[in-house]
C-alpha cells in the first residue's frame, strides 16, 4: 500500500507542478489554490517511510471445466476456490508460528491477508498480492513468502513425493493446515479443475484433473493417521530452539525422537524437571500413508511419575 500511495503522490505532484509552468507568476490568485495543494503533496510525500520494499506476489492459475481458455472464469468458482486457497495461506502461516490449534478459528487470519491485484496471465488465475509480515517473523520460512513456498512444495511433494517428504511438512506446518490445503484442492476437482501455482520464479502446475485428485486423497485426513500412544520411559536430551527431543522406551523397543506441540510456552521445562527420569507421556502420532511416525507431546498434562 506505502508504494501505491508513493506512486500516487509522485504522479499528482508531477500533474500539479505542469500546470504551474503553465500559469504566470504574477497570476498569484490562479495559482494559490495549486501551490497549496503541491505543498500538501510534498509534505505527505516526506511523511511516508523511507525504506519501501515492492511487495511479493504469485499467480494462481486454473484449468479445467470452470475456466474459458485464457479469457474468462465462472465467478462462482473464482470466489470459492480463491476463499478455499487463502484458509490454506493462513493456516500455514498460523501453523509455522506455531499457534495454530487442533480446532477453533485460524489465529490472525486477519492480519495476513492476500489482495487480488490482477489476472494472471496464461491460463486464467489471478495475481494475489502477500501480506507484510515484517516484524512478526524471525526467520524467512516462517514469512508470508516462506508460506507460500510450503503450499506449493506440498502440492508438488502429494503429486509427486514419497509419504516421508509430505510427513516432513505435516510436522512444520500442522495436520490441521493440511487439510486445509486439502480443502482447497477439493474445492477444486469438484468443479473439474485444476491449478498451478507461480512464486519467485518457481512454478508448479497439475497436468491433469486426475494428478490433482491424487494429490488431494494423500493430504486428506483418511491418509494421515493420528493417534495417541503411550510409553513408559526417560527423556535423554531435549533442544529448546528446535523444540526436540530424544525419548528412551523403558522397554528397551528404541528411542522416540519427536517435537513439543504450541501449546508448550516453556521449552526448558523438560530439561529442569524430567530429564533422566522415568516418566510415564503420551504422544501424539502422525503418520502420513506408509511414512515413518511422527511423534509430538501435546501437553505436559501429559507427563506423569
Partial sequence: MTIRRRDALLSEIGEVQAILKKIPS????????????????????????????????????FRG?????????????????????????????????????????????????????????GSFGFEMELPNLQGEFFEERASAGGAVEIFKELLRVSAKGTDDDISDIVEEIHPRA???????????????????????????KYSSLEELKSSEERLRKENISETEEAYFGEFQGFLPQGRNFEFAVSDGSGIIRGRL?????????????WLHKPTRVKFNVVQVGQGRPRYTLISLDDLGA
Fill in 26 to 61: 504574477e497570476n498569484v490568485i490562479d495559482r494559490f489554490g495549486l501551490e497549496s495543494r503541491l505543498k500538501e503533496l510534498n509534505e505527505e510525500l516526506e511523511q511516508l517511510p523511507g525504506r519501501l520494499q515492492e511487495p511479493e506476489r504469485l499467480s494462481l492459475t
Fill in 261 to 273: 506441540g504450541p501449546d508448550i510456552e516453556d521449552p526448558d521445562v523438560l530439561n529442569r524437571e
Fill in 178 to 204: 493440511v487439510r486445509k490445503v486439502a480443502n482447497f484442492l477439493s474445492e477444486i476437482s469438484k468443479k473439474g479443475a485444476w491449478c498451478g501455482l507461480e512464486f519467485r520464479d518457481s512454478y508448479f
Fill in 65 to 121: 471445466e470452470p475456466v474459458r481458455g485464457s479469457t474468462a472464469i465462472s465467478a462462482d468458482f473464482a470466489g470459492s476456490a480463491s476463499s478455499a486457497f487463502v484458509d490454506a495461506f493462513s493456516a500455514i502461516i498460523a501453523g509455522l508460528k506455531g499457534s495454530l490449534k487442533y480446532s477453533g478459528p485460524i489465529p490472525d487470519k486477519a492480519s495476513t491477508p492476500l489482495m487480488i491485484t490482477g489476472m494472471a496471465t
